[in-house]
């Protein structure tokens, strides 16, 4: 079993959809959980650090289920420009801070 | 967030040389780290680059193959060592600023290699 499996892609969605990525991850002792993004070619980019009471920013929205080990992310009302690839990215902690990443979900936004 | 930058962005070599990948932070940093990405695969930690000591490499990673240097809070240096086709890859470095306790990680530009 993978440490962090994610939703298999690619996503295909008109503009203006709400759509949701689903990631699991198998360490029960894991701290800090992240949504990066990254686009064709380019580096990770850090969207959104996810928090136990669940957080929003803008469009926006991931969630924690730690007794699920589950995590979601929400875009609501998405973009041309939200087309990238989105990856669930788990931090054990105690490692100091090794990051262990998903495969990724692609998501393409349809006009 | 720290400005990163990597040098080279990108390379062609050929089998069995070496290159060196330098990232430079604009500002001090914490923790800096080597990661690999493989071609349609997700990001995986090569090892941590530790400022005036070994660096700490993953299962799998070696410092024969992948020597890492620290020598100070900015900079670190990954060499590619006897390249082969299996290490063309994109190498990104990243750094945790310290600023925030949820160690939020950065990544540099990364450097695009191609074994031939």
């Known amino acids: 079993r993978k440490e962090v499996e994610q939703d298999p892609g690619p996503f295909n969605v008109p503009e203006g959809a709400t759509v949701a990525f689903n990631c699991t991850y198998s360490?029960?002792?894991?701290?800090?959980f992240f949504w990066y993004r990254q686009d064709c070619r380019k580096e990770p980019k850090l969207l959104m650090s996810?928090?136990?009471s669940g957080n929003e920013d803008g469009r926006f929205t991931a969630q924690l289920n730690r007794a699920s080990q589950y995590i979601s992310l929400l875009i609501r009302d998405s973009k041309l420009s939200d087309s990238a690839t989105y990856l669930c990215?788990?931090?054990?902690?105690?490692?100091?801070?090794?990051?262990?990443f998903g495969q990724g979900t692609e998501l393409s936004v349809k006009p | 967030s720290a400005v990163i930058s990597q040098k080279p962005s990108r390379d062609i070599c050929q089998r069995g040389t070496s290159l060196t990948i330098q990232c430079q932070v604009d500002?001090?940093?914490?923790?800096m780290f080597w990661y690999r990405q493989q071609p349609g695969q997700s990001l995986t930690l090569i090892a941590t680059?530790?400022?005036?000591?070994?660096?700490?490499?993953e299962s799998g990673f070696v410092i024969d193959k992948f020597p890492i240097s620290r020598p100070n809070l900015t900079f670190s240096t990954l060499t590619v060592s006897n390249m082969s086709p299996e290490d063309s890859s994109i190498y990104l470095c990243?750094?945790?600023?310290?600023?925030?306790?949820?160690?939020?990680?950065?990544f540099g530009p990364g450097t695009r290699l191609t074994v031939l």
């Open positions: 990243s750094v945790v600023t310290g600023t925030r306790s949820y160690n939020e990680q950065f």
């Open positions: 360490n029960s002792a894991s701290q800090s």
């Open positions: 996810v928090y136990s």
């Open positions: 990215v788990v931090n054990l902690g105690s490692q100091g801070g090794k990051l262990i």
């Open positions: 500002s001090q940093v914490t923790m």
């Open positions: 680059a530790n400022q005036g000591s070994e660096a700490t490499y």
